[in-house]
């Protein structure tokens, strides 16, 4: 089961302590008002029975007294009924009523005032015994209306508890937001980050509460990019320091690899495997500066995509017509940096080239807010597992060899992701519909 986020937790205690401070105030408050009700309704009945049964005792002669008679000469109020005891004999007005419960009659028969309440299938009633000189009378009192306003109140205080935890859970959900902000400006500020926005800092005014937190955040920041910019100075540094020996050693292979023929066949492979292995590296100093420009800003301009994917095709004898424009209008100038459009568009063609079995499409067109660069090949395809880590640096091994790499030092893909984070977008691979690899490009669109 998924952990509740912290907001959520935040507002879920409130919102319980809400629900068990209100449920408890509510309960107390009930039986208060239960009690106090209860009493005062006691109260009341106990002296109007007394009263009446002043009244009935008062209207009783000789034994030939009709009782029913003396019952039915007064009115005791709605809700009340009389019942009088005459040597075991009850007399009342109504046929069917309440019987009355044998421990209360005991009790008043033995000479003692008595109440008890009974619940009946109409409600609760109230029963008081009163004994008097030669009988007992009773007077049962309906508190179906006490009980009615006990519902009523209950069902507020009910509701009042069930409002008191919605607002404990609002006022958590609130809370939380508040409290959590800050830390939802440092969550902005690390996604900026990581996105390659190194400029991106808290404001350590904005909540002093946390002003030790933005300061420690923006000096981890500050040393990030001084240590970034330290590496990317050493590896330009090297890379450039690294091109005039490197000149050098490429003459004198060609020098070598011109005098091949005037060698012994062993002097002639080594010369050979020397001047293959110089090519190389002079192509991964090359590739490396270019890492390292990715980061520079851009020279933007109105490039005409289009010509430079067909001039591009034709250097390497693929045949231009591959080169489509899917956009409505035909147009394909873009505003972007044309040295950098053109290192992708290179790096794509030649990833296809040599690992892909050859370039069959290559689309470019707008969608949204991007320019899109699409080159469909015709290899086996690049594994789900292995569509971002063939865009990381010196990414070769079981990925490359399956795309039937032999040589290069896996710089080519990675230059194309880092060029198209340059232009705010990204660079993806997907499967081909019948078969290979599509590598996808995305590039910001810029206005003028």
């Known amino acids: 089961m998924p952990r509740l986020g912290l907001r959520a937790r935040v507002s879920t205690t409130v919102a319980v302590g809400a629900l068990v401070l209100s449920t408890a105030i509510a309960t107390l408050s009930y039986q208060f008002i239960r009690s106090s009700l209860l009493d005062e309704r006691r109260n009341v009945v106990w002296r109007t029975a007394y009263y009446d049964a002043s009244y009935v005792e008062a209207r009783i002669g000789d034994p030939g007294t009709d009782y029913v008679q003396v019952l039915s000469s007064f009115n005791p109020g709605r809700g009340r009924t009389p019942v009088l005891v005459v040597a075991g004999t009850p007399y ?33 009633v109230m029963i008081i015994g009163i004994p008097l000189a030669t009988t007992q009378y009773y007077e049962i009192v309906s508190l179906r209306e006490l009980d009615n306003n006990l519902r009523q109140i209950g069902l507020v205080l009910t509701l009042v508890a069930g409002g008191v935890t919605l607002a404990g859970a609002a006022l958590g959900w609130y809370t939380g937001r508040r409290a959590l ?8 500020a690390a996604q900026g980050i990581a996105a390659g ?6 404001d350590p005014q904005a909540e002093p509460d946390l002003e030790r937190l933005a300061a420690s955040f923006n000096n981890m920041v500050d040393q990030l990019q001084q240590r970034i910019e330290r ?15 490197l000149q050098t050693l490429a003459n004198a292979a060609a020098v070598l690899e011109r005098r091949q023929h005037q060698l012994d066949a062993r002097t002639a492979d080594a010369a050979r495997l020397v001047v293959e292995e110089v090519g190389r590296f002079q192509q991964l100093v090359t590739d490396l500066l270019e890492i390292t420009r990715a980061e520079s800003e851009l020279d933007l301009s109105d490039v005409d995509v289009l010509a430079l994917a067909r001039d591009l095709c034709k250097r390497r004898e693929i045949d231009p017509a591959v080169v489509t424009v899917l956009d409505r209008e035909g147009d394909a100038t873009w505003l972007a940096d044309a040295r950098r459009v053109e290192q992708i568009l290179g790096n794509l063609l030649e990833n296809a080239e040599r690992h892909g079995g050859g370039v069959v499409a290559v689309r470019l067109y707008q969608e949204g807010g991007y320019n899109v660069i699409e080159v469909d090949d015709d290899g086996p395809g690049v594994l789900p597992e292995n569509r971002e880590l063939i865009f990381r640096p010196f990414v070769r091994g079981s990925t490359a060899e399956r795309r039937g790499d032999t040589d290069g030092a896996g710089l080519g893909l990675a230059i194309v992701a880092r060029l198209a984070e ?9 499967d081909r519909p019948g078969g290979g690899a599509r590598f996808r490009v995305e590039l910001g669109r810029r206005s003028s």
């Open 231 to 245: 590496d990317r100075r050493f590896a330009a540094d090297v890379s450039h320091e690294l091109r005039s020996p």
């Open 197 to 202: 926005d190194l400029d991106a800092r808290l």
């Open 422 to 430: 340059s232009h705010g977008g990204r660079a993806t691979v997907l």
């Open 181 to 188: 902000r800050p830390l939802a400006s440092v969550a902005e």
């Open 92 to 124: 009342r007005l109504d046929v069917a009523g309440v019987d009355i419960p044998r421990d209360l009659a005991a009790m008043v028969e033995g000479g003692q005032a008595a109440r008890q309440i009974v619940h009946t299938p109409q409600g609760p």
